[in-house]
């Protein structure tokens, strides 16, 4: 892999890749894993839903966009990591058969205060398919070292394997959206972090050193090998779908369940610390605000604020996100 340096990149500089073609079974492949809706599953089942049609996860599409970016406008090679994405904005579906193209635009660079030699460079991505549609948009920054610069030291790190994880069996009412309180919060469990999985999802999304190979990344500034960021967002996805799976089942012996739609997209997503092999993150949703949707009746966004913290009870992860669901029962 090439090695990058903030000297690599200008204002204005605008940076594209070769495409690539999304499959069905490259959706519903990375749908079972992280974003089992059914919308992305199967095409009868989607016909019946929010959606309408199978499409791909946001998920998946913001992967692929990691995906794109490596490849084209990182040359193969490895940044230093970003801190978050400030926001993302998922304007269009991604289809089987789409052919989807990146776009980096460099927005600004800036040395870092507090480490000599390292410098942050914001960007905005843009995703298009075949049709000149615009189906993803992303504000974000990463780190690059300067030229000639000594790398930043490794930090300790202990890499294991993780430790084996229950899934609780209670379960609680879903309500509408329209009875939902502000500042409901649900536990949504733990995810286990082995370097199996987390090697498996770099090589199809994120092939950067320190996700790839646990000896190349004690060498960098991680000191061990680490998940993707995008890896850490999918277990998110994971463990809320599981734990409305099982209290959708709680709900419905007790009577109507509401729906939940796609999501427009999120914002203030922040990587805080880094989630190795043999991690294990308990993520949460809290409810911070909501509202009736004037476009589609029944129907309302829901807003929260998503965490996750390791098992040392240390946070690694937090985003605001928008996701529709049913307002009240039809």
């Not at 994405?85 to 269009?92: K, S």
């Not at 309500?175 to 498996?200: H, N, Q, S, V, W």
Request: proline residues 7%.
């Amino acid at each position: 892999m090439s090695e990058l340096a903030f000297e690599d990149y200008s204002v204005g500089d605008v940076l594209t890749g070769e495409p690539i073609t999304v499959s069905r079974d490259d959706i519903v492949a990375f749908a079972r894993q992280f974003d089992f809706q059914p919308f992305h599953l199967d095409e009868a089942a989607a016909e019946t839903t929010f959606a309408g049609r199978l499409i791909a996860s946001g998920w998946h599409t913001a992967a692929l966009g990691m995906r794109l970016l490596q490849q084209g406008p990182f040359r193969g090679g490895s940044s230093l990591g970003a801190p978050g994405i400030d926001e993302l904005r998922w304007l269009a579906p991604v289809l089987p058969g789409d052919t989807l193209t990146v776009s980096l635009t460099i927005t600004g660079l800036r040395d870092s205060s507090t480490k000599p030699g390292l410098g942050f460079v914001n960007a905005q991505l843009a995703l298009q398919n075949g049709r000149d549609q615009t189906v993803m948009t992303q504000r974000f920054t990463f780190m690059l070292a300067r030229a000639g610069t000594q790398p930043l030291p490794p930090r300790p790190v202990t890499i294991g394997e993780p430790a084996s994880v229950a899934e609780p069996d209670e379960g609680e009412i879903l309500p509408f959206l329209r009875d939902l309180e502000i500042g409901a919060t649900r536990d949504l469990g733990a995810y286990a972090f082995d370097a199996e999985a987390i090697i498996a999802f770099a090589k199809a999304y994120d092939p950067q050193a320190f996700h790839l190979d646990d000896a190349a990344a004690r060498r960098t500034h991680f000191g061990g090998l680490c998940a993707s960021g995008w890896h850490t967002a999918g277990a998110y996805m994971n463990r809320l779908l599981t734990t409305r799976a099982r209290d959708a089942a709680f709900t419905a012996e007790r009577g109507p369940v509401p729906e939940t739609g796609p999501s427009p997209g999120f914002s203030n997503m922040r990587w805080i610390r880094p989630v190795y092999a043999g991690d294990t993150i308990r993520f949460a949703t809290k409810l911070t605000d909501k509202r009736a949707s004037g476009s589609r009746p029944g129907w309302g966004l829901a807003f929260a604020r998503n965490t996750g913290v390791n098992q040392r009870d240390e946070p690694v992860f937090a985003f605001d996100s928008t996701v529709f669901m049913q307002w009240a029962p039809s």
